[in-house]
């Protein structure tokens, strides 16, 4: 792999520009992004953008949307939160597999925990997928380097997780 020049794109709410390092292989000559785990791909706003939104989504499932707190477009908004909810059904499988096998020893599920259902509301699914992704994050971070982790990190690895088990990165379809 050999850098093959850069771009530029916004990262909302920041005002600055970002430059984006291409990288190509010499083998097959393909090109790919490096984007820093702040950036989701195909996307102008930060992950941190996403991570106010699903949990004021969680901590106000009815008032969420009149929250001045709110700095993307309502459609947007509505847009991401049923992608991810879409995404989270997917995903909890893979999750649960992937805690049992860090901590066989530990049950993922509770007795009240079943597979969601598609009527199950956005809330419940998006709460499963965090509360599951933090279990599992916590879980590789003790295994990976006995550090605490950092919640705003807790995006980006699910970010990665979700590419990596499924194929599909967070909110790209």
Same mark, same amino acid.
């Given at each position: 792999?050999?850098? !093959?020049?850069?771009?530029?794109?916004?990262?909302?709410?920041?005002?600055?520009?970002?430059?984006?390092? #291409?990288?190509?292989? +010499?083998?097959?000559?393909?090109?790919?992004?490096?984007?820093?785990?702040? %950036?989701?791909?195909? #996307?102008?706003?930060?992950?941190?953008?996403?991570?106010?939104?699903?949990?004021?989504? *969680?901590?106000? /499932?009815? $008032? !969420?949307?009149?929250?001045? &707190?709110?700095?993307?477009?309502? =459609?947007?908004?509505?847009? !991401?939160?049923?992608?991810?909810?879409?995404?989270? =059904? &997917?995903?909890?499988?893979?999750?649960?597999?992937? %805690?049992?096998?860090?901590?066989?020893?530990?049950?993922?599920?509770?007795?009240?925990?079943?597979?969601? &259902? /598609?009527?199950?509301?956005? #809330?419940? *699914?998006? &709460?499963?997928?965090?509360?599951?992704?933090?279990?599992?994050?916590?879980? $590789?971070?003790?295994?990976?380097?006995?550090?605490?982790?950092?919640?705003?990190?807790?995006?980006?690895? %699910? +970010?990665?997780?979700?590419?990596?088990?499924?194929?599909?990165?967070?909110?790209? #379809?």
């Amino acid at each position: 792999m050999v850098r !093959w020049g850069y771009y530029t794109r916004f990262a909302l709410p920041l005002k600055e520009v970002i430059r984006i390092q #291409r990288i190509r292989c +010499n083998s097959c000559g393909r090109t790919t992004n490096v984007l820093p785990s702040f %950036l989701l791909a195909y #996307r102008s706003y930060t992950v941190k953008t996403l991570k106010d939104l699903v949990a004021l989504f *969680i901590a106000h /499932p009815h $008032a !969420w949307s009149k929250s001045p &707190e709110i700095i993307v477009d309502m =459609s947007t908004a509505y847009r !991401w939160l049923r992608t991810l909810k879409q995404q989270a =059904s &997917e995903a909890l499988p893979a999750i649960r597999k992937a %805690l049992l096998d860090l901590a066989p020893e530990h049950p993922v599920m509770a007795p009240s925990d079943t597979q969601p &259902e /598609p009527a199950t509301s956005s #809330r419940v *699914i998006l &709460e499963h997928l965090l509360t599951l992704t933090e279990r599992l994050f916590k879980a $590789a971070v003790r295994l990976a380097e006995n550090n605490d982790p950092h919640t705003d990190d807790l995006y980006c690895f %699910l +970010n990665h997780f979700l590419a990596h088990q499924t194929g599909k990165a967070l909110l790209v #379809r």
